[in-house]
C-alpha cells in the first residue's frame, strides 16, 4: 500500500515516544501524556493534559486531536473540542483537553495513550457572498432529516 508522505518537524520534551502509526493503514497516530505522576479525572470534570510535543506543520495542513475509541466506549473518556485543531502557524505544546464524561472516576498515567493524531491538508476560502443558493432535493432539511436507514 503506498501512502502520502509529508516532513513535519517535531520537538519532544518528554520521555516518551513520538506519536506513530500502529499500521500500514492508519490514519492516526497515538499520543502520550506528558505527566510526572497520575492524575485523576472525576466525573464530568476536564484537564488539558500536557504532550511534551512542539511541532511545525507545512502551510496547508493541520493537526487534529480525537478521542480514542477504546477510552470513549470503556471509560467515557473523551475531547471536548473534538476533534481538536492545531494550525500550522502555532508553535506552543500540543495539550489534550480530556474530559470523564463517565459517572467513575479514572486515572490517567504517565505515558498513557490520551488521544489520536491526525496530520490532514486543508484548503482555505474565499466568500462570495450572494442573495440566494441554488436548490437540491434535500433543501434545508437537517438533523435526521434523511431518516433512520
Known amino acids: 500500500m503506498e501512502t502520502n508522505k509529508?516532513?513535519?518537524k517535531i520537538i519532544n520534551k518528554s520521555p516518551h515516544p513520538l506519536p506513530s502509526y500502529a499500521t500500514i493503514a492508519s490514519a492516526g497516530?497515538?499520543?502520550h501524556a506528558h505527566i510526572t505522576e497520575p492524575l485523576t479525572l472525576g466525573p464530568l470534570e476536564r484537564q488539558a493534559i500536557p504532550t511534551g510535543l512542539f511541532v511545525a506543520l507545512p502551510a496547508g495542513y493541520e493537526m487534529q486531536l480525537r478521542p480514542r475509541s477504546g477510552w470513549a466506549l470503556k471509560h467515557g473518556l473523551t475531547l471536548?473540542?473534538?476533534p481538536g485543531t492545531i494550525d500550522a502557524d502555532?508553535?506552543?505544546e500540543i495539550k489534550v483537553?480530556?474530559?470523564n464524561v463517565s459517572s467513575e472516576p479514572f486515572t490517567i498515567r504517565p505515558g498513557d495513550r490520551i488521544c489520536q493524531m491526525v496530520i490532514a491538508r486543508y484548503t482555505q476560502v474565499e466568500w462570495e457572498e450572494v442573495t440566494e443558493l441554488d436548490e437540491t432535493s434535500r433543501g434545508a432539511g437537517?438533523?435526521?432529516h434523511t431518516g433512520k436507514k
Do not use: E, K, S
Open 142 to 144: 437537517g438533523f435526521g
Open 29 to 31: 497516530m497515538d499520543v
Open 6 to 8: 509529508t516532513t513535519v
Open 90 to 92: 502555532y508553535r506552543g
Open 80 to 82: 471536548l473540542n473534538t
Open 97 to 99: 483537553i480530556l474530559a
